[in-house]
C-alpha cells in the first residue's frame, strides 16, 4: 500500500467572467475568491474550513482556515468505505457476502432501514453508503471491519486530525464521542486529490471508493453549482464529473469531493459548524455560502475552458 501525503500548498484561483481583471492582480486577490462567502460569525458561532487543491499537482487553489478541526458528520465514512474497499482487494472479505441488518434501529439518512430486506450483500451495503450514507449499512460494516480497523487507516493514509471517531447513534450521552466524525478541510481536501488520483492505498481501492461515492444523490450543498442530475451523475454532463460526499447535522455541514473538468480536475472540502444556541436561519446563510462557493469553483473550470484554446499553461502553472 502506498501512503499519501496529507499536506498540501497554497496555489492561486479563478473567477467569473466579470472579475478577470482581478485575476491579474496578484495571487492573494485570487486566492480569497473562490471562498469570499465563508466568514466566521462569533455571534452565531459559525466557523469554518475550507480548501480547494488541484488534484494533479496538489497545489492548494483556495483556502480559509484549512488546518481548523472540525465534527463532519458523515465524511468520516469515507475512511470506512476505503478499509472495506482493502478488505476486498486482499480477499479478507468476499464483497458478495451477506450481512443481516439485526435488530438495530437507526434513524435519518438511508434506505436499507425503511426496506424489506432482511440481508444485503457487502458490496450493497457499501453502494447504500455511498449512495445515501446509509447509516444502518455504515453500523453494519463497522460492525464487520472494526471502529479500530478504520482508525488504522486514517493513520495510514497521513491523517492526523481526521477520524471516524464512532458509530451512528441516534443520540449521544455522555460515554460517546460528542460528534460521529471530525476532520480539517487540510486533510479532506488533500485525501479527494489522492483518491481522485488512484493513491489512496492503491489504484484500485481508490477507483472502486469512486465508483461508490459517484452514487451520492446528495448535491444540495458545494456540488449544487454544477447543474448534475443528483441521481444519475456518474457519466461526464457538459463536460462535467463530479463525486462527493455530504454530512449533515443538526449544527454541521460539510462537502468534500472532485470536479473535472475538460482542462484540470479540483479537489475540495467546505466544512461549516456553528453554535447550539444559534438562531435556525443560521443553516440557510451555511447552505447559501456553500453554494456560492460552488458557482465560484464552476467559474474556475469554465474559465480555464475558455482560455485553453488561447494560451498554452505549462502543466501545474497557476490559473
Known amino acids: 500500500m502506498e501512503a499519501f501525503a496529507a499536506a498540501g500548498a497554497p496555489v492561486a484561483q479563478s473567477a467569473e467572467a466579470g472579475d ?3 485575476l491579474q492582480s496578484g495571487f492573494e486577490s485570487q486566492r480569497g475568491y473562490v471562498f ?3 466568514v466566521d460569525d462569533a455571534r452565531t458561532g459559525l466557523r469554518w474550513s475550507a480548501r480547494v487543491v488541484d488534484v494533479a499537482s496538489g497545489e492548494t487553489l483556495a483556502e480559509h482556515e484549512p488546518a481548523r478541526v472540525l465534527p ?4 468520516g465514512k469515507i475512511l470506512l468505505l476505503l478499509e472495506l474497499s482493502r478488505r476486498f482487494r486482499t480477499r479478507e472479505l468476499d464483497p458478495s457476502a451477506s450481512v443481516d441488518r439485526g435488530d438495530e434501529q437507526v434513524a435519518d439518512s438511508g434506505l436499507w432501514q425503511v426496506l424489506d430486506a432482511a ?3 457487502l458490496g450493497d451495503a457499501a453502494r447504500l453508503v455511498g449512495a445515501v450514507s446509509d447509516n444502518l449499512a455504515t453500523n453494519v460494516l463497522l460492525d464487520t471491519v472494526g471502529l479500530h480497523a478504520v482508525a488504522r487507516m486514517a493513520t495510514f493514509l497521513g491523517l492526523r486530525d481526521t477520524a471516524l471517531l464512532d458509530r451512528v447513534r441516534d443520540e449521544r450521552g455522555p ?6 466524525s471530525r476532520g480539517s478541510a487540510a486533510e479532506l481536501a488533500s485525501l479527494a486529490a489522492a483518491v481522485e488520483r488512484g493513491e489512496a492505498v492503491d489504484p484500485d481501492v481508490s477507483a472502486e471508493v469512486r465508483g461508490w461515492l459517484s452514487l451520492g444523490t446528495d448535491l444540495s450543498m458545494v456540488a449544487s453549482a454544477f447543474g448534475l442530475d443528483p441521481l444519475a451523475h456518474r457519466d461526464p454532463d457538459r463536460g462535467i464529473a463530479l463525486w462527493n460526499k455530504t454530512g449533515t447535522d443538526a449544527r454541521v455541514r460539510a462537502d468534500v469531493g472532485v470536479v473535472r473538468g475538460p482542462q484540470r480536475a479540483v479537489a475540495y472540502a467546505v466544512l461549516a459548524e456553528w453554535a447550539p444556541t444559534a438562531d435556525t436561519g443560521v443553516r440557510d446563510v451555511v447552505l447559501e455560502a456553500m453554494r456560492d462557493t460552488g458557482r465560484r469553483l464552476r467559474s474556475l473550470l469554465d474559465r480555464d475552458t475558455s482560455t485553453a484554446g488561447r494560451t498554452a499553461r505549462a502543466p501545474g502553472s497557476r490559473l
Open 119 to 121: 440481508s444485503l450483500t
Open 72 to 75: 463532519t458528520a458523515s465524511i
Open 20 to 22: 478577470l481583471k482581478s
Open 175 to 180: 460515554r460517546h464521542p460528542l460528534a460521529l
Open 36 to 38: 469570499q462567502a465563508l
